[in-house]
């Protein structure tokens, strides 16, 4: 399950590059967490498991339905339209080096030499991924900005979820946040896009991402969760962007050169730096 987590998830970093040429990225999005949460209504009614959240833990669901759902497909879907996936799979998985900072912060979690050298390193490697883009300012550095806006608000989740006592399990929560995030993206699809365009290659995507990489990668998660410790999930989901890129350059012929893969190595490192001494503390 865990294998075919990372598998799926890699490689839905092109299958919706290919979505968003078709379908606008905001009602890419919309479309996505619409059918993941009708699909996962579903499922808890036919266990019997369907229930409206407890008042102790609705924060917690409109917060990762508008930031770690809504803003971070909404940000990862436009930069999409102009980055190729390979790159932005991996600095939009970079979460964890803006998780460090973040959770010593809010939470006084210890911020030790090692996870600062995580942190330098991984910004470091972000850097170098994103480096083509400084010599001219323009879209591409506009679509770096958005992914890293996008792993930011994956962050914010992250710590939220750390300083809260949750009453009901995720999955139960999972197709509300979801739905959240549908409503929030629609208002501003219909202002921004307008009517939206859905051509058969883009609904074919979407049968993809949205049942497979959205409602039953969500379920596998938790069920991993279940069996696996935490360091070794973290571990395992590192190598999401790495296959990501591999399977881009074979799908889309995304170019693979040295900047990039001292990128990826470098953020990899950071990454594996910030886990490891959270893992450890």
């Keep these: 399950m865990l294998l075919s987590l990372v598998l799926i998830w890699a490689v839905s970093w ?3 590059k290919i979505g968003v040429g078709q379908i606008p990225p905001i009602w890419y999005g919309c479309f996505r967490y619409a059918i993941a949460a009708l699909i996962l209504f579903g499922v808890l009614l036919a266990r019997g498991e369907l229930v409206l959240p407890p008042p102790a833990d609705v924060p917690v669901v409109v917060i990762s339905g508008a930031l770690q759902m809504a803003a971070y497909s909404a940000l990862t879907g436009l930069a999409l339209t102009i980055l190729p996936p390979g790159r932005a799979s991996v600095l939009a998985f970079s979460t964890p080096i803006v998780v460090a900072p973040l959770a010593a912060w809010r939470l006084g979690e210890d911020l030790g030499p090692k996870m600062v050298a ?3 390193i991984g910004c470091a490697g972000m850097a170098v991924i994103a480096s083509p883009s400084f010599a001219v300012i323009g879209r591409q550095t506009l679509a770096y900005g958005m992914l890293m806006g996008a792993a930011t608000a994956w962050a914010v989740t992250i710590v939220t979820v750390r300083g809260h006592r949750f009453t009901s399990s995720a999955l ?23 009517a939206p365009a859905m051509s058969p290659l883009g609904a074919a995507t979407l049968v993809y991402v949205a049942p497979v990489a959205t409602a039953f990668a969500y379920w596998a ?7 696996f410790a935490a360091s070794t999930m973290s571990m395992a989901l590192l190598a999401t962007p790495s296959v990501g890129l591999l399977i881009s350059a074979r799908m889309l012929n995304e170019q693979i050169n040295a900047s990039l893969l001292a ?12 886990i490891a001494t959270t893992r450890q503390g």
């Design 263 to 274: 990128g990826v190595a470098l953020t990899a490192t950071g990454i594996r730096l910030t």
């Design 221 to 227: 998660v938790v069920e991993a969760g279940r069996r």
């Design 118 to 120: 995580g942190v330098l």
């Design 172 to 194: 139960s929560l999972a197709p509300w946040q979801m739905l959240i995030a549908a409503i929030l993206l629609l208002p501003i699809a219909i202002s921004a896009e307008g």
């Design 14 to 16: 092109p299958v919706i």
